[in-house]
Structure formats: structure tokens, C-alpha cells
């Protein structure tokens, strides 16, 4: 998480990178510089990325939907804001999807990939633990869809994490003058990841997906999760080696006709678990994973 701080405040200016000001808009929602015109706004759910400038305002994600309006008013509070024009969904999770029915309404362009676009207009269950997702109305729908990649006036890129890292929508967001990279849930900053297998996710895919987003990002690149703090290089790519281990072993014991719970046993994150926290669940999750990607009804 990040706080806005004036020491904060100081270190990223002294590195060059601070917007002109940092501060908190209220006990919620902190707002911190992360580049030129380019906002990183925390509590709301998941990270949100504000680019701001005179054709309007952009946001990455938008949080949970109880807190949509303190996150509205947290991006209006930012400097150079205005109306926002323009909404990434990086897929279709509430955490991502919470501002859609509020700026849709107000006549904003809302981008996502197609999947994410089609996960939105079906009820949903998760089969693992029953948590239940209502469609969505058409209005809060993304209203602007693509299936590989594209580009907005402005330089600003996106495209398809197509690896199913986190579901099979997954979108990165690229800022090329800024040279600031969001990537959603298909990296993660703090924790194990949660595996959705039941709209695309998979663990070939998580680290199929920290593949591609080196391909798309440079060694100074900042990089930004939907959760947890900004990534460097160097984080993806110890992550996607740690995350190619876990698959790799994972796999074996699939080839070799074991389950979920052996799975779980045989702790195949043993050397992880000090820096990352008990792995059960997700092992659990991940093993699951393959049998959803590579069953051929799937
Ligand atoms: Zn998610």
C-alpha cells in the first residue's frame, strides 16, 4: 500500500519522478505521483491508475463499487483533473469493475477485452467456494471492446495478456512517455495470487503472463499490479521463475495422475513460502487449473 507522505513526497522527487504534488483526499483513498501526469490511487479495492491531462482523465481499474464515489472524488481532487473519459476494466474481477455503472452512465468510454466483456454479461459462481457475481447492465458494460491490442491518440497502448495469467481477458495498459506499465492481476505485488480457473485463469498461464510482460516492458519500466506496490524488472522476472517452478512441478504430478490434496503435500513452494506466506490454497487452486485448461471441453 501507499501512503502519501511528505518523506514520501522527497524521495520520489529527488528521483525526478514526482507529479507536483502528493496528499491524501480523505481517510480512504491515497493518491501518490508515480510519473509525469500519472497518479497511483490506493484503498479503493485495487490499485488505480489515474492519467490526467487536457483530453480529460483516464483511469486504470476501478476499485470496488462501495467505493466508487470516495474514489471519484479522490481522482477529481487530483491535479490537471477533469472528467473521466476513459475506463480500463484489466478484467472482469469487482475490484476492477466497481466505477463502470457510475462513468457509463456519464458517457464514458469503457475498454476491455471481449472475454471481459462476456464474463460481465453472465451471472457467475465460483465453484470453489460459492461466491456469487450478478451481470451487468448494459450501461455499466464495456462499451468499447478489442481482441488483441490497440492505441488512443494520446500514444497510450493496451493490448492482450493472452496467456490467461488471471482470467482470459486479461489487458495491460502501457504509457510510453511515462514508461509506466499496468498489468492488473496477471502479476501480483504482495501475496499468492488468487487462481480463477473458472473464467480462463490457469498457472501455465501466470507465468506464461510474466513472460509476455517482460516482452512488453523494459528493465526501467515501472510496473504496476492490481495489487500491492509497484514492480520492477527485476520483480517479474524472479516471479516468473518462481511461478515456471511451481507449474513445472504441478505438471509432473498431473502426468503422474496425482490430485489436488497430494498436490497440497507435497508443498511444491517449500522454498517460497518464508518470503510469500502458506501456499495451500493456492496450490489447491492452481493444480485445479490444469485440469480446467487442459480438458478438452474447457
Ligand atoms: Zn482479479
Known amino acids: 500500500m501507499f501512503v502519501s507522505t511528505r518523506r514520501g513526497f522527497l524521495k520520489s522527487a529527488v528521483a525526478g519522478l514526482a507529479a507536483p504534488y502528493a496528499f491524501a483526499q480523505n481517510s480512504k483513498i491515497t493518491a501518490t505521483p508515480l510519473a509525469e501526469n500519472i497518479h497511483l490511487l490506493s484503498g479503493a479495492g485495487a490499485n488505480v491508475i ?47 469493475t466497481g466505477c463502470n455503472e457510475k462513468l457509463g452512465t456519464a458517457g464514458a468510454t469503457i475498454i476491455a477485452q471481449e472475454n471481459t466483456r462476456l464474463w460481465l454479461q453472465q451471472n457467475i459462481t465460483w465453484p470453489w467456494n460459492g461466491q456469487k ?49 499496468a498489468v492488473g492481476d496477471a502479476a501480483y505485488g504482495q501475496g499468492w495470487p488468487i487462481v480463477d ?11 506464461g503472463g510474466l513472460q509476455r510482460i517482460q516482452s512488453i516492458a523494459n528493465k526501467e519500466t515501472k510496473i504496476v499490479p492490481a495489487q ?55 496450490i489447491r487452486r492452481a493444480f485445479e487449473s490444469q485440469w480446467a485448461y487442459l480438458s478438452p471441453d474447457a
Open 228 to 282: 500491492g506496490p509497484v514492480l520492477s524488472f527485476a520483480d517479474i522476472a524472479a516471479q516468473a521463475e518462481m511461478y515456471g517452478t511451481i507449474y513445472d512441478r504441478l505438471n509432473q504430478m498431473l502426468n503422474k495422475g496425482r490430485g489436488p490434496t497430494e498436490a497440497v503435500a507435497a508443498k511444491p513452494a517449500k522454498e517460497y513460502e518464508e518470503k510469500m506466506g502458506n501456499p495451500d490454497t493456492f
Open 133 to 181: 457475481f450478478k451481470k451487468f447492465s448494459k450501461i455499466a458494460q464495456p462499451n468499447k471492446t478489442f481482441y488483441d491490442k490497440g492505441a488512443l491518440d494520446n500514444g497510450i497502448r493496451y493490448g492482450y495478456i493472452a496467456d490467461a495469467a488471471h482470467t482470459d481477458g486479461d489487458l495491460y495498459v502501457y504509457f510510453p512517455q511515462q514508461n509506466v506499465l
Open 197 to 207: 480457473w473458472w473464467t480462463g485463469g490457469w498457472i501455465g498461464g501466470i507465468a
Open 50 to 96: 489515474a492519467h490526467t491531462g487536457a483530453d480529460g482523465v483516464l483511469i486504470i481499474d476501478g476499485g470496488l463499487a462501495q467505493n466508487a464515489d470516495v474514489l471519484l472524488q479522490a481522482v477529481a481532487a487530483l491535479p490537471k483533473s477533469g472528467p473521466v473519459r476513459t475506463l480500463f476494466n484489466t478484467h472482469w474481477h469487482p475490484e476492477q
